[in-house]
T-cell receptor
Framework: DAGVTQSPTHLIKTRGQQVTLRCSPISGHKSVSWYQQVLGQGPQFIFQYYEKEERGRGNFPDRFSARQFPNYSSELNVNALLLGDSALYLC????????????FGPGTRLLVL | GESVGLHLPTLSVQEGDNSIINCAYSNSASDYFIWYKQESGKGPQFIIDIRSNMDKRQGQRVTVLLNKTVKHLSLQIAATQPGDSAVYFCAGISGYSTLTFGKGTMLLVSP
């Protein structure tokens, strides 16, 4: 079975631009979460979606937004990019039935110049 | 809020040794913990989990211990192999599976 997939794998943008990252969860998983991982640190929670509804949000500015589609895939959008947004963006999926293991994709590495 | 942290940033061991990676957590409301392994350029990979009603759980070559009294977790890897070299994170779960990660411990295994 395919695991969590993310696209693109790498991305280079300039300050002020906008970016959209995509994630497809494991088949049968209805919950998707997004995390930002800055080099040398652990992942930081951004959003969680379940059945197309936002179920949780971390301490990130409104420039960050996300959505989940009927097929449970998800997009993360970041507007007005800053240099500090350079990071590995990770998507994780889970069944969505409570406190349970999340399985991560390979991530999208974003570099903002 | 909750924070989950690690005691040692880098652990160097010889192949065949047993490795122990430690983790402290501050939010006693967390009742589910997961250890992840992250290799360079990859996403975190699930290793083993433990719920707060347990104090020990074993997997293949790995054991997680939970001490709720002192809010401490450890990951033990038996007969460590070069392929175990990676960064290891513990994460606590709160709410609907929101993970809170620590900084991570880098495990370096020498042949």
């Amino acid at each position: 079975d395919a695991g969590v997939t993310q696209s693109p794998t790498h991305l280079i943008k300039t300050r002020g631009q906008q970016v959209t990252l995509r994630c497809s969860p494991i088949s049968g998983h209805k919950s998707v979460s997004w995390y930002q991982q800055v080099l040398g640190q652990g992942p930081q929670f951004i959003f969680q979606y379940y059945e197309k509804e936002e179920r949780g949000r971390g301490n990130f500015p409104d420039r960050f937004s996300a959505r989940q589609f009927p097929n449970y895939s998800s997009e993360l959008n970041v507007n007005a990019l800053l240099l500090g947004d350079s990071a590995l963006y990770l998507c994780a999926s889970s069944l969505g039935q409570g406190q349970e293991t999340q399985y991560f994709g390979p991530g999208t590495r974003l570099l903002v110049l | 809020g909750e924070s989950v942290g690690l005691h040692l940033p880098t652990l160097s061991v010889q192949e065949g040794d047993n490795s122990i990676i430690n983790c402290a957590y501050s939010n006693s409301a967390s009742d589910y913990f997961i250890w992840y392994k992250q290799e360079s350029g990859k996403g975190p990979q699930f290793i083993i989990d433990i719920r707060s009603n347990m104090d020990k759980r074993q997997g293949q070559r790995v054991t997680v211990l939970l001490n709720k009294t002192v809010k401490h977790l450890s990951l033990q890897i038996a007969a460590t192999q070069p392929g175990d070299s990676a960064v290891y994170f513990c994460a606590g779960i709160s709410g609907y599976s929101t993970l809170t990660f620590g900084k991570g411990t880098m495990l370096l295994v020498s042949p």
